[in-house]
C-alpha cells in the first residue's frame, strides 16, 4: 500500500464523499477485511456496503488484498490503495466545480478521525491515565497570522515525516501509539443552523 495517493478524477472525490465510504475506507485502513466484517462494524446492511465497497472498487481507490474460500464462497478482503488520498491535484483543476462535495468530505473525515479517538480512548487501559507521562495531550485557541500559519504548516509536514519514518522502520519492542494532529481556522458561520 502506498503512503499517499494524489487523486485525479473528479468522479473519484464524488465517490469518496459518501460519509459511509469514508467510514468503510476508516475500517480497512490498517487491517483488510470483508464486507460481512464491516457491515458488523459499521451495523450496516452487507448489501449496502457491497455497493460501496464496489464504488471504490470501480474508480481505483480500494484493492482486494487477498482472497480465502470459507464454505465454497471466496472471501475478498478489501485495502485501500494507500493510507492517505491528497485532493490537491483535483483542486488545481477542479476547485469551483468541486468545493462544496471537498468540503463536507473533508469534514466527515474529520469527525470520523474524531470518532475513531473517542473509542480508542474508551477502550484503552484505564491505568494508562494513571501515569500522564505516557499521554502527550495539547489543546490551544491560537490566533495565526499567514506567516505563523505556514511556519506551522511546515513543522507539521516535519512531524507527519518523522511518523512515517517510524512506520517504515517499525521497531519490535515498540509500543502502539494513537495520533491525531488536527488544526484548522475556526469562523462562525454567517448564519449558524438554529
Same mark, same amino acid.
Given at each position: 500500500?502506498?503512503?499517499?495517493?494524489?487523486?485525479?478524477?473528479?468522479?473519484?472525490?464524488?465517490?469518496?464523499?459518501?460519509?459511509?465510504?469514508?467510514?468503510?475506507l476508516?475500517?480497512?485502513?490498517?487491517?483488510?477485511?470483508?464486507?460481512?466484517?464491516?457491515?458488523?462494524i459499521?451495523?450496516?446492511?452487507?448489501?449496502?456496503?457491497?455497493?460501496h465497497?464496489?464504488?471504490?472498487?470501480?474508480?481505483?481507490?480500494?484493492?482486494?488484498?487477498?482472497?480465502?474460500?470459507?464454505?465454497?464462497?471466496?472471501?475478498?478482503?478489501?485495502?485501500?490503495?494507500?493510507?492517505?488520498?491528497?485532493?490537491?491535484?483535483?483542486?488545481?483543476?477542479?476547485?469551483d466545480?468541486?468545493?462544496?462535495?471537498?468540503?463536507?468530505?473533508?469534514? =466527515?473525515?474529520?469527525? %470520523?478521525?474524531? +470518532?475513531?479517538t473517542?473509542? /480508542? &480512548?474508551?477502550?484503552?487501559?484505564?491505568?494508562? *491515565? @494513571? =501515569?500522564?507521562?505516557? %499521554?502527550?495531550? +495539547?489543546?490551544?485557541?491560537? /490566533? &495565526?497570522?499567514?506567516?505563523?500559519?505556514q511556519? *506551522? @504548516?511546515?513543522?507539521?509536514?516535519?512531524?507527519?515525516?518523522l511518523?512515517?519514518?517510524?512506520?517504515?522502520?517499525r521497531?519490535?519492542?515498540?509500543?502502539?501509539?494513537?495520533?491525531?494532529?488536527?488544526?484548522?481556522?475556526?469562523?462562525?458561520?454567517?448564519?449558524?443552523?438554529?
Open positions: 500500500m502506498q503512503e499517499i495517493y494524489y487523486m485525479e478524477d473528479a468522479e473519484q472525490l464524488k465517490v469518496i464523499s459518501d460519509p459511509l465510504r469514508l467510514k468503510v476508516w475500517e480497512i485502513i490498517d487491517e483488510a477485511k470483508t464486507g460481512k466484517m464491516i457491515a458488523d459499521l451495523e450496516a446492511p452487507a448489501p449496502k456496503i457491497h455497493y465497497l464496489k464504488e471504490l472498487d470501480r474508480v481505483g481507490l480500494i484493492t482486494v488484498e487477498k482472497t480465502e474460500e470459507k464454505n465454497g464462497i471466496i472471501q475478498k478482503f478489501y485495502r485501500p490503495i494507500a493510507r492517505n488520498f491528497s485532493v490537491e491535484n483535483i483542486l488545481k483543476q477542479h476547485k466545480h468541486v468545493k462544496n462535495e471537498l468540503s463536507d468530505t473533508l469534514r =466527515e473525515n474529520v469527525l %470520523i478521525s474524531l +470518532g475513531k473517542k473509542s /480508542y &480512548l474508551r477502550r484503552v487501559d484505564s491505568r494508562l *491515565f @494513571e =501515569e500522564w507521562k505516557q %499521554i502527550k495531550f +495539547g489543546y490551544e485557541q491560537l /490566533y &495565526l497570522n499567514e506567516a505563523q500559519i511556519e *506551522f @504548516e511546515k513543522k507539521a509536514k516535519e512531524l507527519q515525516e511518523m512515517n519514518s517510524f512506520k517504515i522502520n521497531q519490535q519492542d515498540g509500543e502502539l501509539y494513537h495520533m491525531l494532529l488536527l488544526a484548522f481556522p475556526f469562523r462562525e458561520p454567517e448564519y449558524p443552523d438554529e
